[in-house]
């Protein structure tokens, strides 16, 4: 079975410039979370959605939005980039009432 | 925004040897408590996670420890190898969302 995918791998930005990573999450998961995880530091949580509707969000700037698309993939986008934005974007997928939350390998933002 | 504390930041085991990674946690509305494992460049993986329910549950040589008075749990790793050698992350959340995670410890097994 294939895990939580992400897309694209690594991307470089410049300030100012917007951004549109994507998440695939694992058949039949229906909820997907961001994160974002600066170097050295746990993941910090931006968004969960559940059934193509937001559940949480949490403290990040109006820059950062998201979506999930009736078949459960996701979309993070982040606007206006700053430098303090470069960061590994993690996406994970749980199934509803399941345990545990399951993550993909993550998107690696750099903002020059 | 941090509410779950870990520590330490680094720790450095023999082989063989047995690793403890601690955590205390301030919302006591949390119900959930995982542990991650990550090696470089890659995303976290579920290793082992415990609900406050129960006060010790073991998976082969992973053992989370749970004190709902103190707000504190941990992970034992029993027998530790080179291969374990990654950074740990321990993590809160209300049944399963927005999680809360630790600042990391970086495990180093030495052979």
């Known amino acids: 079975d294939a895990g939580v995918t992400q897309s694209p791998t690594h991307l470089i930005k410049t300030r100012g410039q917007h951004v549109t990573l994507r998440c695939s999450p694992i058949?039949?998961?229906?909820?997907v979370s961001w994160y974002q995880q600066v170097l050295g530091q746990g993941p910090q949580f931006i968004f969960q959605y559940y059934e193509k509707e937001e559940r949480g969000r949490g403290n990040f700037p109006d820059r950062f939005s998201a979506r999930q698309f009736p078949n459960y993939s996701s979309e993070l986008n982040v606007n206006a980039l700053l430098l303090g934005d470069s960061a590994l974007y993690l996406c994970?997928?749980?199934?509803?009432?399941?345990?545990?939350?399951?993550f993909g390998p993550g998107t690696r933002l750099t903002v020059t | 925004q941090q509410q779950v504390k870990q520590s330490p930041q680094s720790l450095i085991v023999q082989k063989g040897g047995i690793s403890i990674i601690n955590c205390a946690y301030e919302?006591?509305?949390?119900?959930?408590f995982p542990w991650y494992q990550q090696f470089p460049g890659k995303g976290p993986a579920l290793l082992i996670a415990?609900?406050?329910?129960?006060s010790e549950k073991k998976e082969g040589r992973f053992t989370i420890s749970f004190n709902k008075s103190a707000k504190q749990f941990s992970l034992h790793i029993m027998d530790s190898q080179p291969g374990d050698s990654a950074t740990y992350f321990c993590?809160?959340?209300?049944?399963?969302?927005?999680?809360?995670f630790g600042a990391g410890t970086r495990l180093t097994v030495k052979p």
């Open positions: 994970a997928s749980r199934f509803a009432g399941g345990e545990g939350q399951y």
């Open positions: 058949s039949g998961h229906k909820s």
């Open positions: 415990i609900r406050p329910d129960v």
């Open positions: 919302n006591t509305a949390f119900d959930y």
């Open positions: 993590a809160a959340s209300y049944n399963n969302n927005d999680m809360r």
